[in-house]
């Protein structure tokens, strides 16, 4: 087998600083935009983001058009959804406000407005034909709400497909935004839950680019066309996934014990871009191939701060719960890397030996879930053993993250890593 000698750093040119909202009207005035899709969902039809972004559009004469019907949680039917609309209103901008749903809703809206197809088309195999995006899609940029997904800098899109009952998504550089803009007076008003679950979803982002199976060890793409946007742990994938270690660490309780530490708030939402840059090129393994089906097969969990009625084991918190029992069972393909996550989240480790390196992560991250007040593992969210049969089956088709695993993860390994995960502490 031929292995990768290459890899390459794609990621949105970003934009921050308070109040940088409003000058999006000069941004798509700038890429030649006169008609702009503004994206986002119904909780934030009416708020302050929203307003000052389609203020500010048209502040410069460009007719900005708001669809609020963005799912939380979308799915091929919400999708479709934004795409009949993006189809209907000639659109050559996009605007997405909001969390990873708007950008994620927005990002396939542009994609099949611009370059009509089947649905499946476009869609990660082995669910879809995963056919390469033809060209560039119209100009888009995104706002981001929630320091959260880093999706203002990635080229995929997740969704459930509600046939299958399964996650998947679309991949591909031409679905990157062209700008993200990230403004702290955006993040304000987010619950401290809401706040703590993207937090953690970040901090995990990065440390699974930090420690995925290195770009060298994976095998060669046919064609330059075909290399993908995870490419395993590289140089300039560690850069930005280690800062983003070390400033989510360093502040993430901060702004939960008090939103209104405006420095703290600023260093985690910038922090979820430079995550957002080190996954988006270095790629995430079994922390979020597993959490996929934790979140899909949801019961009646609905963690504090979310809309009663509706259950929800959120992304981020669905990430971290598998994250410590992850971390113990890839230590030993490379306990350096894994020390020096441990390091940069604050421990100290210049006494460790390698093979404490799996239990001393495990342990920073425990540490920090347990200060912004997450569950204590699965059985906390509703899970018990006789669930794991099925969560296995659910992550066994999540192959484009979870090959990216420093160590091979077989069916009997992923059961113990969730029976590892019910009770954390
Ligand atoms: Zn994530």
């Not at 901060?254 to 090129?281: H, S």
Request: net charge neutral.
């Amino acid at each position: 087998m031929k292995l990768e000698t290459a890899f390459t750093m794609d990621t949105s040119s970003i934009k921050y600083g308070q109040g940088v909202t409003r000058e999006i009207g000069f941004d798509m005035e700038e890429q030649g935009c006169r008609r702009v899709m503004v994206v986002t969902d119904p909780n934030l039809g009416k708020s302050a983001p929203v307003a000052v972004t389609l203020e500010a559009l048209r502040g410069r004469g460009i007719d900005a058009v708001l669809f609020d019907r963005s799912s939380v949680e979308p799915t091929d039917v919400s999708f479709k959804e934004a795409i009949a609309f993006a189809a209907d209103g000639r659109f050559d901008g996009y605007v997405a406000v909001g969390g990873g749903s708007s950008m994620d809703t927005c990002k396939a809206a542009n994609l099949y407005a611009t370059h009509p197809a089947d649905f499946m088309t476009y869609v990660n195999p082995p669910i879809g034909r995963g056919a390469p995006v033809p060209g560039p899609l119209k100009p888009m940029m995104a706002i981001p709400t929630t320091a959260g997904t880093g999706s203002e800098t990635t080229g995929v899109t997740i969704f459930d497909y509600l046939e299958m009952g399964a996650k998947t998504g679309i991949a591909s550089r031409a679905l990157r935004p062209i700008r993200g803009i990230i403004d702290p007076e955006n993040t304000r008003t987010l619950p401290k839950m809401v706040a703590a679950c993207t937090g953690l979803d970040q901090l995990t982002h990065a440390l699974e680019a930090m420690t995925a199976l290195p770009f060298d060890r994976r095998p060669a793409p046919e064609h330059p066309r075909l290399r993908p946007a995870y490419q395993g742990a590289n140089p300039i994938s560690h850069v930005w996934a280690s800062r983003a270690v070390e400033m989510i660490s360093r502040n993430l309780v901060k702004v939960v014990d008090n939103p209104g530490d405006d420095a703290a708030r600023g260093e985690v939402l910038l922090a979820a871009t430079y995550a957002g840059i080190g996954f988006g090129n270095g790629g995430v393994h079994l922390a979020h191939g597993m959490s996929y089906p934790v979140s899909g097969m949801v019961r009646d969990y609905v963690p504090e701060g979310y809309p009663a009625g509706h259950a929800i084991v959120p992304h981020g918190m669905a990430v971290c719960l598998n994250a410590p029992a992850v971390f113990r069972f890839t230590a030993p393909a490379d306990p350096q890397i894994h020390l020096y996550c441990a390091r940069l989240m604050g421990c100290d480790v210049s006494r460790a030996k390698p093979e404490e390196a799996g239990e001393i992560l495990a342990n920073a991250v425990i540490d920090i879930m347990r200060k912004v007040g997450m569950p204590n593992g699965l059985k906390a969210v509703g899970f018990g053993p006789q669930d794991v049969d099925k969560l296995v089956e659910g992550t066994l088709p999540q192959h484009r993250v979870t090959k990216l695993s420093p160590r091979p993860a077989a069916p009997e390994d992923l059961r113990r890593l969730f029976l590892d995960s019910m009770t954390l502490w």
